[in-house]
C-alpha cells in the first residue's frame, strides 16, 4: 500500500430519512471509536447532511456528499451545488457512481465538470468508474476504464489530481452480490494506477488512493484489502448498518 492510508467511505445513497441517518451516526461513532489508521467518510442523501454533520461534530468520521452541480448558483431546479455542499460541511463527494451513469445521464464529460467545480471549493473526490457485465465479457474492461480515468481528470493538473480517490466499482458487481475476486480487483487497481503514472507521474500514482466498490462486506474485505493496490472500500448496502460498517473499517482485527 505504499505507505498510503486506507479510506472507507459509506454510500447510504437513497436510504436513511433525518432521523434514521442520526441513529445510524450515533452507533456507528461508538462502534469505531479508538480506530486509528482509517480514514472514514459517510455519503448520506442530500436532506441528511446538516443533521449528520452536527452529529459528527467531534468525531473523526467525514462527510461527503453523493452528487452534485458544476455551477455555483441558478436556475437548476433539484440541483445542489458544491458551494452549499461546502457551507454544509462536506469534505468529500462522489462523482460519477454507476447509478448516476446507469439512470441519469452521467457522461465522462459531465463528470469531468462536476470535478472541477468540486475542486474549486476545495471539495474532495471519490470518482467512480468501473465497466459493466456486458462490456467485462466482451473483454473490455481496461479499454472502458481508460477512457473514464482520461474523460474524468481531463485537465486537472498534478496539484488538483491529488484531491481525487478513484473507486474502481465494476458495474456487474454493485448491489448483486457477486463481488470482484480480489486478484481480478488487484488488476485494473494495477492498470489503473500505470494510467496515473502514464498521465501524471510516478510519485503521483504511488500517492492517490484507488478504492474497490461492489458488494463489500465483512466477510470480503480482508481479501481485497490484502491487495497491494487496494486503498480502501466504496461501501454501499453494508454501510446501512453500523454493525457490518464497522467491522469493514476495522478490517485489520478480522
Not at 466482451?138 to 481525487?164: D, Y
Not at 454501499?236 to 485489520?252: D, M, P, T
Request: hydrophobic share 40%; with cysteine.
Amino acid at each position: 500500500m505504499m505507505g498510503r492510508l486506507p479510506f472507507i467511505a459509506g454510500n447510504w445513497k437513497m436510504n436513511k430519512t433525518v432521523g434514521e441517518a442520526i441513529d445510524l451516526v450515533r452507533e456507528l461513532k461508538t462502534a469505531i471509536s479508538g480506530v486509528k489508521g482509517v480514514e472514514v467518510a459517510v455519503a448520506p442523501p442530500f436532506t441528511a447532511l446538516y443533521a449528520v454533520r452536527k452529529e459528527l461534530e467531534g468525531s473523526s468520521i467525514l462527510l461527503a456528499a453523493q452528487h452534485l452541480y458544476w455551477e455555483e448558483k441558478g436556475a437548476f431546479t433539484g440541483e445542489v451545488s458544491p458551494l452549499m455542499l461546502k457551507e454544509v460541511g462536506c469534505h468529500y463527494v462522489i462523482i460519477g457512481h454507476s447509478e448516476r451513469r446507469q439512470f441519469f445521464g452521467e457522461t465522462d464529460e459531465t463528470v469531468n465538470r462536476r470535478m472541477k467545480a468540486a475542486l474549486s471549493q476545495g471539495l474532495k473526490i471519490i470518482f467512480c468508474i468501473g465497466e459493466t457485465l456486458k462490456e467485462r465479457e466482451e473483454g473490455k474492461t481496461f479499454s472502458v476504464i481508460e477512457r473514464q480515468v482520461e474523460g474524468g481528470l481531463n485537465g486537472l493538473g498534478h496539484q488538483a489530481v491529488r484531491s481525487v480517490t478513484l473507486a474502481y466499482e465494476p458495474v456487474w458487481a454493485i448491489g448483486t452480490g457477486r463481488t470482484a475476486t480480489p486478484d481480478q480487483a488487484e488488476a485494473v487497481h494495477q492498470f489503473i494506477r500505470k494510467k496515473l503514472e502514464k498521465l501524471y507521474s510516478l510519485e503521483i500514482s504511488e500517492e492517490i488512493r484507488i478504492q474497490y466498490g461492489g458488494s463489500v462486506t465483512p466477510e470480503n474485505v480482508k481479501g481485497l484489502m490484502s491487495q497491494s493496490d487496494i486503498d480502501g472500500a466504496l461501501v454501499g448496502g453494508a454501510s446501512l448498518k453500523a454493525e457490518s460498517f464497522s467491522k469493514i473499517v476495522r478490517f485489520k482485527e478480522l
